[in-house]
Nanobody
Framework: SQLQASGGGLVQSGGSLTLSCAAS????????IAWFRQAPGKQREGVSC????????YYTESVKGRFTISRDNAKNTVYLQMTNLKPDDTAVYYC??????????????????????WGQGTQVTVSS
């Protein structure tokens, strides 16, 4: 399968954006989907993850209460709604499928190579 991330852009601090991750090929309703981000000069970090059935979600501490992950399996699409954006949220955002639905995958503690398919990334820039 392939993943296509979209929805990034330039917003002011406090603004909102919704990212989409559309999958083509395999049906993803049995796969965990995660969002990662990478800022210039920094390591890629996990942001959020959702289980295949959408019941379990996980957020890194810095985005809790501001970001919401959801999925529409009928559309093979995962969303990341981002509100109250801050300049520190500026990064390229990537979506990826988890090789399994282990607790490590869902909590974004698994090695990056256990996320087997990656989208191309979408730029989010938050101005102060």
């Amino acid at each position: 399968s392939q993943l296509q991330a979209s929805g990034g852009g330039l917003v002011q601090s406090g603004g909102s954006l919704t990212l989409s991750c559309a999958a083509s090929g395999d049906n993803l309703d049995s796969r965990a989907i995660a969002w990662f981000r990478q800022a210039p000069g920094k390591q890629r970090e996990g942001v959020s993850c959702i289980s295949g059935n959408g019941v379990s979600t996980y957020y890194t501490e810095s985005v809790k209460g501001r970001f919401t992950i959801s999925r529409d399996n009928a559309k093979n699409t995962v969303y990341l709604q981002m509100t109250n954006l801050k300049p520190d949220d500026t990064a390229v955002y990537y979506c990826a499928t988890g090789w399994t639905q282990s607790i490590e995958i869902l909590t974004l503690t698994a090695p990056l190579d256990e996320y087997d398919t990656w989208g191309q990334g979408t730029q989010v820039t938050v101005s102060s």
